[in-house]
C-alpha cells in the first residue's frame, strides 16, 4: 500500500522560511495532481498549492508571492518553499496526491510562525 510521506514541519520566527517535503512510498501510474492543504486549529482544512502532472500550479490568495510549489525529479515528489512567512500561517499541513483511481493524503506535519 502507498503512503505519502511528509518531512520538514517546525518552528519558526515570522519572516523566516521552511520547506516542506512529501513523496510517496511507492511507485503510482497515472499521478494526475499533488499539492499541499493545511488546517489551523478550529478552522477547516483548507488549499494552499496545487500542481498538476504538466506542471500547471495553483495557490491560495493567502500565500501568493511567498510558497512555491514543485515537483521533485521523480515525479511522486513534491516541495513547498515557504518563505517570509506570518503567525496565520500556523497549522498543520498536509500532503495529497490525487492520480487515476487513486487519492491519498499524507499524516500531517506542524508548522508554527512565533511573532
Known amino acids: 500500500q502507498v503512503h505519502l510521506v511528509e518531512s520538514g514541519g517546525g518552528l519558526v520566527q515570522a519572516g523566516g522560511s521552511l520547506r516542506l517535503s512529501c513523496a510517496a512510498s511507492?511507485?503510482?501510474?497515472?499521478?494526475?495532481?499533488m499539492g499541499w492543504y493545511r488546517q489551523a486549529p478550529g478552522k477547516q482544512r483548507e488549499l494552499v498549492a496545487t500542481?498538476?502532472?504538466?506542471?500547471?500550479?495553483n495557490y491560495a490568495d493567502s500565500v501568493k508571492g511567498r510558497f512555491t510549489i514543485s515537483r521533485g525529479d521523480a515525479k511522486n515528489t513534491v516541495y513547498l518553499q515557504m518563505n517570509n512567512l506570518k503567525p496565520e500561517d500556523t497549522a498543520v499541513y498536509y500532503c495529497?496526491?490525487?492520480?487515476?483511481?487513486?487519492?491519498?493524503w499524507g499524516q500531517g506535519t506542524q508548522v508554527t510562525v512565533s511573532s
Open positions: 495529497r496526491l490525487v492520480g487515476i483511481g487513486v487519492a491519498l
Open positions: 511507492g511507485s503510482i501510474a497515472g499521478i494526475l495532481s
Open positions: 500542481i498538476t502532472s504538466v506542471g500547471s500550479t
